[in-house]
């Protein structure tokens, strides 16, 4: 279990990052900072890679893009072996930019707009269908053009216990289709001579932490495959199973260890094809969070320490909640460190943004060696759904992110500037 960045380290108290110190890159690239290390991600796709190539060698490992994806991210999860996962127009079009093929793109969305499916298909990408309409405008906007490979999103009906807001496979899901729609949904799907059926998506839901719904799916896709062989004599040719792989933030998570539930979960899968006479169908992951988010770090300046006597010191630091908006979205907690150790007193804090908003709070009674203005402090655990979630609130600059690895400092995006903030903004 990763949980912090594999190449972080205190070299004589100096908190470093793929051989450079942190000091350092905050001089260069001031705060706050996005740091990615190179070799956590390239360690976190070995381990869905490697058990997939031994124990189920027809399989795809998709990055979910929508954790955090630039060009520079699309180029390395490319480099690494990754397939792609999309889920708008924006992150298609940055994919392609980027020069992922586009037999590796699999596009995702409940509400893909026109313009959207036409990017799709004008570049052949995989379209996971959610819905009818979405169907109905396919094959519309599609007419003429070359082959499309489409997959249909099914709600497995799964409750997965995690926070409501990343929940995604239980019935009242607005994302995909219900079971019992499976069959007519495909036979409309046939009827358009344009459309390929490819297969079956499902993603159950996000940070979790149990085995058990994965391994649950299988029991659901399984009669699903079976009815739409019996029916309509179709061997599915790809299953995607999602992503929802956990990570660590803090001491009350727990992740899965992947490479034994890869194997596991490649296990039973294959016993039941067996079991059933099902044909082995290309079996697809689709994982963001634990793929990049414990890679990255981000890193803030102290600009200001307000004690309030007897219930709490507020550390206040310059970013927040638009940089990182999951704690005050939805409650969720990381870990904290000192870029410096110094062997001053544990002192607990509120770890405080600089937004105009009373919940924008990074971290409630969070225990550090008492720290000064002008120091840094660091946050664990924010490669995912940091970057991809940020916003301009306030008209704050979005930070830079850097990749760092002993092989030097690559800058996947620069710092935002004042220009950029008015770039768009027209006078009267
Ligand atoms: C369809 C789908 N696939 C994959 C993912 C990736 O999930 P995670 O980053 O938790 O692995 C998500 C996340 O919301 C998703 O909605």
């Known amino acids: 279990m990763i949980t912090k960045p594999i190449s972080f380290e205190y070299i004589e108290d100096k908190a470093h990052l793929g051989g450079h110190s942190l000091l350092d890159l905050v001089e260069t690239y001031k705060t706050p900072l996005y740091v990615l290390d190179k070799d956590t991600i390239c360690h976190n796709s070995k381990q869905f890679l490697d058990p997939l190539k031994a124990h189920y060698p027809n399989s795809k490992v998709l990055y979910a893009g929508k954790a955090n994806l630039t060009l520079g991210i699309a180029q390395l999860i490319t480099e690494l072996g990754l397939h792609l996962d999309v ?101 409309e799907i046939l009827k358009h001579p344009k459309l390929t059926f490819k297969g079956l998506h499902s993603h159950i839901g996000s940070q979790i932490f149990d085995d058990k719904p994965f391994l649950e ?31 660590f933030y803090s001491d009350n998570d727990h992740p899965l260890d992947i490479q034994s539930f890869i194997e596991s979960f490649c296990d039973s ?20 969070r634990s793929l990049i988010g ?69 971290g409630e009674n969070i225990a550090l060696e008492a720290c000064e203005v002008g120091e840094y ?8 759904y940091n970057y991809s979630m940020a916003s301009n609130y306030n008209r704050n600059c979005r930070p830079a992110m850097i990749m760092v690895d ?14 950029d903030l008015i770039r768009l903004d027209q006078m009267l």
């Open 377 to 384: 402090i660091l946050v664990f655990g924010t490669g995912a």
């Open 217 to 247: 799916l299988i029991n659901i896709m399984i009669p699903i495959m079976k009815e739409i062989k019996e029916t309509l004599n179709i061997d599915i040719q790809e299953l995607n199973c999602g992503g929802g792989m956990g990570i």
């Open 406 to 419: 002993q092989s030097g400092i690559t800058e996947l995006v620069r710092r935002e500037s004042y220009d």
């Open 269 to 288: 899968f294959k016993k039941e094809c067996h079991q059933h006479q099902l044909a082995l169908p290309t079996l697809l992951f689709e994982p963001g």
């Open 294 to 362: 414990p890679a990255g770090i981000t890193l803030y300046k102290i600009g200001a320490i307000k004690p309030i006597e007897q219930i709490k010191t507020y550390l206040f630091v310059d970013g927040g909640m638009a940089d990182n908006p999951r704690p005050i979205t939805y409650g969720a907690n990381y870990s904290f460190d000192t870029v410096i150790k110094n062997e001053r007193p544990l002192h607990h804090y509120s770890i405080a943004g600089k937004f105009c908003e009373s919940g924008d709070i990074l």
């Open 87 to 187: 889920s708008s127009g924006g992150e298609l079009y940055t994919a392609i930019k980027a020069g992922v093929p586009p037999s590796n793109i699999y596009f995702h969305g409940n509400n893909k707009t026109h313009e959207e499916l036409n990017l799709a298909i004008q570049h052949g990408v995989t379209c996971i269908i959610d819905n009818k309409q979405e169907l109905e405008n396919l094959c519309h906007l599609h007419k003429g053009k070359n082959r499309i490979e489409v997959l249909i999103r099914l709600k497995p009906e799964i409750d997965a216990h995690t926070h409501k807001y990343i929940r995604t496979g239980q019935l009242d899901s607005k994302f995909g289709i219900e079971k019992k729609d499976c069959i007519p949904f495909i036979k």
